[in-house]
Every structure is written in C-alpha cells, then in structure tokens.
C-alpha cells in the first residue's frame, strides 16, 4: 500500500505531468505579460516561447508517459523510483532556475538550460537501454520513438549555443519542433491510437520511414524559410498521412470520448499540414503574414489534443480507475478545439489587419483555464491516487 506521502512519486507519469501543467500555466502567462510588455525579460520572447513550451512544458509530459509505457512496449522492467526521481528533481530545478533567469540574469537562464539538457541526457540514456535490452520481438515503432529524443537532445543543445550564437534560434526551434515534437508524438500516436482503437488494418511498414524523411525535408526548408517547397512537402504530408489514417477504419464518431479524442488529435496532423500549405501560399501571394498559424495548428490540434487525450487516459488507468471521460474530461477535449480556433482566429487577424488585438487575450486565457481546469481535475489522482 502506497502511503498519501509517498505515492506522489509512486509512478513516473504522476511528477511529469503535474510539472508539466505547472510550466504550461506559468510559462504561458510570462509569455503573455511580455507579449503585451507588461514584464520584460532577459532573453528575447521567441526563445522564451519556444524554448519553455518545448522543454520545460511538452518534454514533462512526453517523459512522464514514455518513462511508464516504454518499458511495456519493449518487454522489460520499469524504471526505478530513484533514476526518475532524480530527473524529476531536475527538470522542477531546470524550471525554477529558468524562471528567475529570465527575469534577472541570462547567465541563470544558461545554467538552467545546461541542467535540463543533462536531465535530458539521462532520459535518453533510460530509454535506449530499455530499447536495447528489452525483449520485445518487434522494436520498430520503439527505434523511432528513441530517434525523435535523439533530435530533442540536439535541439536543445542547439538553444544553448544560440545564447551565444543568436541565428540559430530559428534552425534549434524549426529541429526541435518538427523531428522531436511533432515527429516524437506522431511515432507514439500512430503505434497506440490504432491498438486502443482495435484496428485490424495491416501494418503499413513504410508509414514512418516515409513520414520521417518528409519531416527531414519539412525542418530543412522551414530553417531556410523557402515557403515555396514547404508547400510541396506539407500537401504530401497531408495527403500521405490522411489517407493512411483513413485506411486505419478507426470509427471516431462510433468511438466514446477517451478514445475520439485521440482520432481527433490525429487528423489534426493532415489538416494541419494542409492548412499550413494554404496559409504559406496566402503569405506568398498577398505578401503577409499569418504569425506561425501552421506551427499553433500542429501544437495545439494536434500535440495538445494527443497529450491531454493520452495525458487522461494514463492517468486514470494507472490510479486503478476505469480509462473513461465523464462529461468535464469531454469538455476539456472539446475545449481544446476552442483554443486552436480561438489562436487561428488571431494569426488571421495578424495577416489581415483586423484590429481584433483582444483575441490574443481570449485565446491566451482560454489556454490558461484549460489547463488549471485539467490540472484542478487530476491533481488529487495523481498527487494522492484519489479515486474520481
């Protein structure tokens, strides 16, 4: 029996994701107090954005749900307590020191980028030797799943030279978001969303190989900014992926809310690249700007959908409750959908000249509550193991 005390740390999902909702509320709000120039900050506000949300918000929650499931996929004992205790502690010290950072000092902000790296460094380590000594007889979704931690430990290597070297911010954010992020969720989606979901459609073995050379050609032509072949790239994606998921039979409308939730975050990734597509062209063409709408497409609809969906569902089938949303869980997926309308409403007010300057307010808070609301939901579940 685990104690009130000690069950906090029980499983490695618990810490993860509450340090997770933590950063993703308070790094949210810093960001928009300096959008609007109420705070002012000791690094710019495209590194703090950028930099907090990928490692200090995502990279919590991908280590929590990695840390409990990988060991699963791959046939091989779970972690111990003390090695993700340790991270734990780090990544919550890396935050802290980064917070003060960018208020104070860039030199705090270095230091507390060098102690996430070398939590990072840690994590990767666990997980390629669970990939390596596990028994499982088909490592291959596994092989890919490591590959994106890879390109996040380089990426966030990368953020730490651009203190030094400023022009490669935009090479360390466009790596760091499409081969670790978006590539890292799309390897875990498109392995456990068709198993969840009693899909009896045959493997395609070349799905990830040929999505992952197109994420490769996507990063490269991003970094250099020729809209022109990211198009191309982007409409492959789109077509490519959307037809492979359609093939996958998954029925989300006969699907309950735990499970179309994550249908839902996967066809955000086709719509997304499609979306992003247009709105290159658009930029293109009428010579504006839609203020990165196809990035928030894909880390909102897509990431956000998935982890939250995931996020959940982990939560309460490892709390001994059955995987299920009620009508709040609902909600808060739904609600998800409004932030991603709400953050598209805005870049198109960007690129048109609208004035609508308050739905940067509306959209920024609607983050805001979804995740105190997620957090306030769970917080007993993953704190205390309280039954809902």
């Known amino acids: 029996m685990q104690t009130k005390e000690n069950y906090f740390l029980s499983q490695p999902h618990q810490p993860f994701f509450l340090l997770g909702i933590l950063n993703a509320i308070i790094m949210m709000l810093v960001f928009a107090l300096q959008y609007k120039g109420i705070l002012s900050l000791h690094v710019t506000l495209l590194l703090f954005h950028s930099y907090s949300l990928i490692f200090l918000v995502f990279t919590n929650f991908f280590t929590g749900f990695l840390f409990t499931t990988f060991p699963r996929f791959n046939q091989t ?38 102690i996430s790296l070398t939590a990072q460094i840690f994590i990767v380590l666990k997980l390629k030797n669970i990939y390596e000594t596990g028994m499982a007889a088909d ?7 490591l590959n994106a931690n890879y390109f996040g430990l380089f990426g966030n290597f990368l953020f730490i030279l651009s203190l030094f070297i400023p022009e490669i911010l935009p090479v360390a954010i466009t790596l760091s978001f ?28 070349n799905f990830v190989k040929i999505v992952f050379v197109l994420f490769v050609l996507k990063s490269i ?31 989300p409308l006969q699907s309950p809310p735990i499970l179309w ?5 996967l066809f955000w990734l086709p719509v997304s690249f499609f979306l992003s597509a247009l709105s290159l062209s658009a930029e293109i063409f009428l010579d504006t700007s839609f203020f990165f709408l196809n990035v928030h497409l894909l880390a909102i609809g897509f990431l956000t959908t998935l982890l939250i ?16 949303a009620d009508k709040l869980a609902t909600k808060i997926f ?10 598209a409403l805005y870049s198109m007010n960007i690129a048109f000249g609208w004035g609508l300057g308050f739905l940067f307010d509306i959209s920024f808070t609607t983050w ?12 007993q579940v993953l704190v205390f193991g309280k039954k809902l």
């Open 261 to 265: 939730v994550l249908h839902l975050a």
């Open 77 to 114: 004992q779970v972690i111990a307590k003390k090695y993700y205790a340790n991270i734990f502690h780090a990544n919550t010290l890396a935050s802290l020191l980064f917070l003060v950072g960018v208020f104070s000092s860039e030199a705090l902000v270095l230091g507390a980028m060098i």
């Open 368 to 379: 805001l509550l979804l995740f105190l609301i997620w957090g306030g939901r769970y917080f």
């Open 139 to 145: 490592k291959s979704d596994s092989f890919w799943i």
């Open 221 to 251: 032509f991003a970094s250099a900014d020729i809209k022109s072949v990211q198009i191309i790239v982007d409409l492959l994606l789109a077509v490519y992926m959307f037809f492979e998921f359609k093939r996958w039979d998954l029925h």
């Open 309 to 324: 969906g995931f996020g959940t569902r982990v939560t309460l089938g490892h709390s001994g409750q059955p995987p299920q």
């Open 334 to 343: 739904l609600s998800i959908q409004l932030v991603v309308l709400l953050r």
């Open 178 to 205: 499409y081969m670790y992020l978006i590539f890292l969720a799309f390897s875990v989606g498109q392995r456990m969303i068709p198993f969840f979901s009693h899909s009896f459609a045959s493997k395609n073995e």
